[in-house]
Antibody, heavy 118, light 107 residues
Framework: EVQLVESGGGLVQPGGSLRLSCAAS????????MHWVRQAPGKGLEYVAA????????YYADSVEGRFTISRDNSRNTLYLQMGSLRAEDMAVYYC???????????WGQGTLVTVSS | EIVMTQSPATLSVSPGERATLSCRAS??????VAWYQQKPGQAPRLLIY???TRATGIPARFSGTGAGTEFTLTISSLQSEDFAVYHC?????????FGQGTKVEIK
């Protein structure tokens, strides 16, 4: 069974840092591109960052470029999102998602909440 | 960036009735559109990819049509478990973008 389990969310002050993890199981992580997608309270979905199957290519939304870093450790079956210089507008549930057939997100984690507040 | 505009924002439907949800892209995205269902407190679930192909395990009452800039998700006969928020998503151009969602509520 494919599973994605996020962790690392929590309360952080503005300007602070946080690292999210996404543990993958039930499939070979190294065969799939992965993304982070976030959802602010009561809002829609927003793409955050993407990484190719081998980590060689990354993409970022303009809103997080230069502040967030996506990475992966295929040997540990884990995806990461290092977040820095956090702002109030970064407060959201962060989901990791697998890119499957026809480039759709076929599996999602349950999400981890990031709260940015002093 | 391609803007995906969903309409209506909220759709009130009685169980057993048909629901038709629309998604318009600000420029052509070919057939590279997916639809997701999201219930409160849950992650999104893939329903449709490639504009019209149902994902594994998705009931036949869900269907998707469209190409270019106009896309539709139809739920032929709403069941109680179908009341949720539905998101469209284009994966044709970077950055990939989502619509703002349509909430399907019980009338």
């Amino acid at each position: 069974e494919v599973q994605l389990v996020e962790s690392g969310g929590g309360l952080v002050q503005p300007g602070g840092s946080l690292r999210l993890s996404c543990a993958a199981s039930g499939f070979t992580l190294s065969s799939f591109s992965m993304h982070w997608v976030r959802q602010a309270p009561g809002k829609g979905l927003e793409y955050v960052a993407a990484i190719s199957y081998n980590g060689g290519t990354t993409y970022y939304a303009d809103s997080v470029e230069g502040r967030f870093t996506i990475s992966r450790d295929n040997s540990r079956n884990t995806l990461y999102l290092q977040m820095g210089s956090l702002r109030a507008e970064d407060m959201a549930v962060y989901y990791c998602a697998r890119v499957g057939v026809n480039s759709a997100f076929d599996y999602w984690g349950q999400g981890t909440l990031v709260t940015v507040s002093s | 960036e391609i803007v995906m505009t969903q309409s209506p924002a909220t759709l009130s439907v009685s169980p057993g009735e048909r629901a038709t949800l629309s998604c318009r892209a600000s420029q052509s995205v070919s057939n590279n559109v997916a639809w997701y269902q999201q219930k409160p407190g849950q992650a999104p679930r893939l329903l449709i990819y490639g504009a019209s192909t149902r994902a594994t395990g998705i009931p036949a009452r869900f269907s998707g049509t469209g190409a270019g800039t106009e896309f539709t998700l139809t739920i032929s006969s709403l069941q109680s478990e179908d009341f949720a928020v539905y998101h469209c998503h284009q994966n044709n151009n970077w950055p990939w973008t989502f619509g703002q969602g349509t909430k399907v509520e019980i009338k």
